[in-house]
């Protein structure tokens, strides 16, 4: 046991995480606590295995706070599963993430006055990978400062060599079941990037612009209609008319021809239900080469599909040469002036309406007629809404799981290719004899392997989700089945990931693993909130309120950090987190410290007590007494230890079925109840006038054991989420051997070592300090006030045992005097009381100024039982319930009428409107 010189050295004179957190970083990672390969087992039996992924983090640069959560809550199950004696590997990795990287160094290079074009794809690349080596080692040292017990050993990276093979033999199986092919269709295209991107991959938002109204002559007639759009420039790519079927307004023109203005061609006009008549004129232009809506229709009518672009740029193409050469945003103005000159343009009106952006470049997205590689992925969705229905794959929580249920019945053709440089070469290549696309594993193929001909190797890259779709099984050593890791980890035990990328990710995991394993590559996933500021804002560069999670380890440390996420993760919502909630951990962290501070002491100052002749030493009686409590075999002298186990007990049972269920906001509530109040804030006010020296002995040795006992349980509780100050306590208490870490020990241990009778006693008892507390808290007493007590107990037994431990009631209620009364009332005009009724007692407290709320309270607590009884009252004159309900549940309902009424008579007492 260290002696109190000692403490200094150790880290114990004040809670200072920047004093023991690093070492425990080191610690951890020589012993190969991540590591399930170094799981030891010498009994035998088989050792249950826990596996996950991390979503791995983009190689961009560093870690923010939406990591820091995703990975604490990782931790907190990998650490907690591994106490439970289970092999568990948490597996981290980085996404090569391919247009965000691709920015990110064209970005740095254009600052050293560098264009990518210059260079070349062979030296472009070989800066992006230098740029991974010198951000993903960052991002490896952060995640460990957080104390995430990941198995660095087994880090992978989306471009790696084994991850490469399993995206190229994954493409082929979808290419050969013919759900991936190239098509010349409509995509969204990113301006800034220059290249495709994915449904998933746009956001729209609400913006200001304007809504033209341009006249298109009828053929052979001097009338004209009148279409309503916010995009004049794209008309130049016009191919028909619609309105509404039962427009009544358009009725003489349907199947008529329009002209188009500025070009000539002949539009058909036609009618379909889709159009909105309320909507500007009610006439919708169609031009399918620039809008997905328009393109639907198109496809419905078998109307024309022009591309007004030029095949290599995004410029307005040769048919056009009044506009060739001109981005859309360049010809907008052109066109509208030359409307205007040629009396076209009837009118222009402000206008809201939403605009698609890249989600990552927040820039405008222009539909564009593309050819590019797309993924049939129905087939795979039907699958997964399968095994959704059969309860194999669940969503936590169940809103999310409606979310993604409704995009994979509704699913879309996934747009897989990109036109970068960074990420996946796409493994097809072109014949131009055979006239067709072929895969191929073969990266040296010169030839068609059908007509010996000369081929062209695919230029365009995969999409980085694609990659990332595979992780939970690439990882583990797929596509070789009989790889170990493979074997034992795959499918992971679960997955825990924001809900923004359910479709991203999720969903894409789900279907790509059951179309190349045959297995679900996880049963379940629970899908966190976001996080936002104190204010409730989402968090973002331009706001400038965004947090990066080592500034705030510097500040209150890793553990403060892990502890307020996790107990701001609540099912189905966004987190807020800040400063301050972060020092208020801190500060709950520090009343763990300086408990345990408290307990070393105690057992320093009991242990170098001395020795009596002829007896064990104060150290052998400690072991032994601890040994009785949980052999179950300790007679108790006294009842808050019983008590005090009994409640442990309970909410350890609570805590890991808290951590079953995802409810880590609740997990954190049963830890700090459990510390806070249960620990600090009652057995510990309880037992420090039982450790005196002038106690008895064995009183002194039970309470300190308990305290003791109850500490390492709390310690353990709360090492998944707070494992760097638990470790660092649990070394100084409780480490019999320097070899010994608490992330290695069990979880909880069994203490069922109470007497039942002594446990409702101490209940009464702490109820009866509970309701006491409330009532001060209700009228505004302050904690530190002494107050008077007059209280009427109705049984015997129960009044002598609180008449026995009435200095305990005084010590944790802060009560000045007790008076056990027959009777509770206000004895005199000038008193005044606040009062409240309970099964075994009524009482009531001095009021030590005018407390009108108190009668307040009684008032509405006396017509709260007035309503129960005419309730229980109307129940029991009704002859269809006493005729058909069990007799038991009449008797008991009589009962429950009887208690009422008593309780109304007694509170009826208390109140002076009552009593006239």
Known sequence: MHSSETKKELGLDRYAPENFEPKWIERWEKDHLANPDFVKNPQGEKVGVF??????????????????LVNTLQDILARWQRMKGKKVLWLPGTDHAGIATQMVVENFLRSKGIKRTEIGREAFIKEVWSWKEQYGGKIKDQLKRMGFSLDFSRERFTLDAGLSLAVKQAFKFFFDQGWIKKGYRLVNWCLVDDTALSDLEVEYKEVDGNLYEIAYPIENSSERIIVATSRPETLLGDVAIAVHPEDERYQKWIGKNAILPLVGRKLKIIADAYVEKTFGTGVLKITPGHDFQDFALAKKYALPVLDVFDKKK???????????????????PKILEALQAQGFLVKSSTYKHKVGFSQRQKSVVEPRLSEQWFFDVKNLAKEVIKAMDAGDFQVVPPNQATILRNWLENIEDWCISRQLWWGHPIPAYFCSSCQAYFSSLDEQL?????????????????????????????????????????????????????????????????????????????????????????QGRKMSKTTGN?????????????????????????MGRDLKIGDTGIAQSKIFLNKLFNAAKFLLYQKEKFINHGKVENQPSFQELFWQEKKKILAGKKDFQQPYSPWFFKQLQAKTAAAEVNLEKYRFHDYCQEIYQLLYHLYCDQFLEIAKPLLQPSS????????????????????????PVVPFLTEELWQNLFAEGKEEILARQPFSFSLQAWQEFSVQQAEILMDLVEKIRSLRGENDISPQMEVDLRIHIAKPQTRMFVQKEEGVLKALAKLNSIAFVEKVEQTTKTEKWAYAVAEEYQFGVLLPFLAEKEENRVTKEIEKWKEKIQFLNQKLSNAEFLAKAPPQLVEKTKQELQATQEKLANMQGFSKEEKG
Not at 314 to 332: C, E, H, K
Not at 458 to 481: A, K
Not at 696 to 706: F, G, S, V, Y
Request: aromatic share 10%.
């Open 446 to 534: 010169q030839s068609c392997e059908k007509c010996g001909q000369k081929i062209m190797w695919e230029e365009d890259v995969l999409d980085t989700w694609f990659s990332s779709g595979l992780f939970p099984f690439s990882t583990m050593g797929w596509p070789n089945t009989q790889a170990k890791d493979y074997q034992l980890f795959y499918p992971n035990s679960t997955l825990i990931t924001a809900y923004d990328i359910l479709f991203f990710w999720v969903a894409r995991m789900a279907m790509m693993g059951l179309a190349l394993t045959k297995k679900l590559p996880f049963p379940q996933i629970y899908a966190h909130g976001l996080i936002r500021d104190e």
């Open 314 to 332: 995004l410029v307005i193409n040769s048919t056009y040469p009044t506009f060739q050469g001109l981005t859309f945003s360049q010809a907008r």
């Open 546 to 570: 965004g947090i990066d999670p080592l500034d705030v380890i510097k500040k209150h440390g890793a553990d403060a950090l892990r502890f307020e996420l996790c107990s701001k993760t609540s």
């Open 696 to 719: 008895l002995l064995d009183l002194r040795l039970e309470i300190l054991a308990t305290l003791d006992l109850g500490l390492d349980q709390i310690l353990r509780l709360m090492h």
């Open 51 to 68: 596996s996950m992924v991390i979503p791995p983090p983009n190689v961009t640069g560093t870690l923010h706070i939406g990591h820091a």
